[in-house]
């Protein structure tokens, strides 16, 4: 262990580098055999945790609802029937988006099968859809479903590569691509990849190339606009800290706005909203993502979200960021010379990672070691099966003290003989 390892320096630096912790509701720790009454929280790449605000914001819709009933949709305080375009200007703020570019709503594979509906449009030789060898299982069923939707056989059409192999696969064989679609940031590894760069090679080959930003949105900066993504669609429940099941995002570049002949599941949400209630039999084209909306949003949901946003929005990105990376740098620090049956797979370059740090556990059995963290230690990490364990100190509210008591406990458990054992729980 090193020089870092120690108590009194991580309480120092929470000192020096402090965050809004008290906005958040922090998990009590789960028994009382941990020295610490709060649980060092590292599943906000899961779900982040709550605002203090959030029960307040749902709670005002609620009066409305009980106070105003269907008037709500026009005379709340907040009117219900503009309630999305609350959320705009920070989601945007928070992604490189110009405002018309974003809409909140939905969840994300939702947005994603309504992005396909527009932007994957397979010709007769160009039809593969690239994505990652490690893609989040959702973003595969999806393509796939996409590609049965359009009669073809998804086997042929979905193209599964290493993210590293990407623009090499665009250079020979994009010709054949009709839409790459990566995560921002791999949700296994935590890498962050170029976006801009596979974006460039995407289109240098003339795909479609969209992004699923899950991990990504409220993580790092992202200039989604200046990168010219064509489309991008993202979750709130994650480091937006929007509660379970919060509204997602999706971003179309302005470059796909004007055009109301695009193919779209469309809905009377997508309409003119200055129009919406007059009941038109045509629908009214607006030149922004809001023309992807399909149906009523919401209100409760977007109330919680609109706060955390707003929090996050205020904070900024860029400073997020910057904590960020000194509060991984100082895990990574830490568990960097752990010893056992554990290596780190997330990239060891800070410009290359989120906030998540990934160990693989290889001769043990990473749910036994999870769930030993948090119930002797109160350390919350979640696992991907079968070996993988996530930390992701959230800059909004983790500290350098979670961190230290993450690596603390995973040097107590690592070093006991029975975890190749786990039966001895
Ligand atoms: C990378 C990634 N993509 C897609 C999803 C699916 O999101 P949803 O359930 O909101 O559709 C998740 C959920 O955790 C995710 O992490």
Redesign the pocket.
């Known amino acids: 262990m090193n020089e870092n390892m120690n108590e009194r320096f991580a309480l120092a630096a929470d000192a020096a580098d402090p965050c809004d912790r008290a906005g958040f509701l922090i998990p009590p720790a789960p028994s009382g055999q941990a020295p610490y009454p709060e649980t060092a929280y590292f599943a906000g790449n899961?779900l982040g945790l709550q605002p203090r605000n959030a029960a307040e914001a749902v709670r005002a819709e609620l009066d409305e609802w009980a106070g105003r009933a269907v008037e709500g949709w026009f005379t709340a305080e907040r009117p219900w029937a503009r309630y999305p375009g609350l959320l705009r200007a920070d989601a945007a703020a928070l992604t490189g988006a110009l405002p018309e570019e974003v809409v909140v709503m939905n969840?994300?594979?939702?947005n994603?099968h309504l992005m396909m509906a527009t932007f994957y449009r397979p010709a007769v030789d160009r039809t593969r859809i690239v994505i990652e060898d490690t893609a989040?299982p959702?973003?595969a069923y999806a393509v796939a479903g996409q590609a049965s939707w359009h009669g073809l056989d998804p086997a042929a059409t979905v193209v599964r590569l290493a993210a590293g192999d990407v623009p090499a696969y665009l250079a020979e064989h994009g010709h054949r691509v009709a839409l790459v679609l990566l995560?921002g940031i791999n949700?296994l590894t935590g890498e962050l990849l170029d976006i801009p760069g596979i974006t460039a090679a995407g289109h240098a080959a003339g795909c479609v190339v969209g992004w699923?930003l899950?991990?990504a949105a409220g993580n790092v900066p992202l200039r989604l606009h200046d990168w010219n993504v064509d489309f991008a669609v993202w979750?709130s429940?994650?480091y937006l800290n929007g509660g379970p099941?919060a509204p997602?995002g999706c971003f179309v570049h302005r470059a796909h706005l004007d055009d109301p002949s695009l193919p779209r599941l469309a809905g009377w949400w997508g309409t003119d909203e200055r129009v919406r209630f007059e009941m038109r039999p045509e629908l009214d084209h607006v030149a922004s993502a809001d023309a992807w909306q399909v149906s009523t949003p919401p209100i409760l949901g977007l109330a919680a979200l609109r706060v955390s946003l707003a929090a996050m929005a205020g904070t900024g990105i860029t400073a997020l960021r910057a904590r960020s990376l000194r509060l991984t740098g100082y895990l990574e620090s830490l568990l960097g010379p752990l010893s056992g049956p554990v290596e780190l797979i997330t990239p060891a370059a800070p410009a290359r990672r989120g906030a998540q740090l990934s160990i693989r556990v290889t001769g043990g059995d990473a749910a036994a070691l999870a769930e030993r963290l948090h119930l002797r230690h109160a350390v919350l990490a979640d696992v991907r099966r079968p070996d993988v364990i996530r930390f992701a100190p959230a800059p909004m509210y983790s500290t350098y003290h979670d961190c230290w008591r993450a690596a603390t406990a995973l040097a107590t458990e690592l070093n006991r003989d029975d975890l190749l054992h786990p039966s001895t729980l």
């Open positions: 899961s969840s994300l594979t939702i994603l989040f959702s973003d995560g949700y699923d899950a991990h979750c429940y994650k099941g997602g």
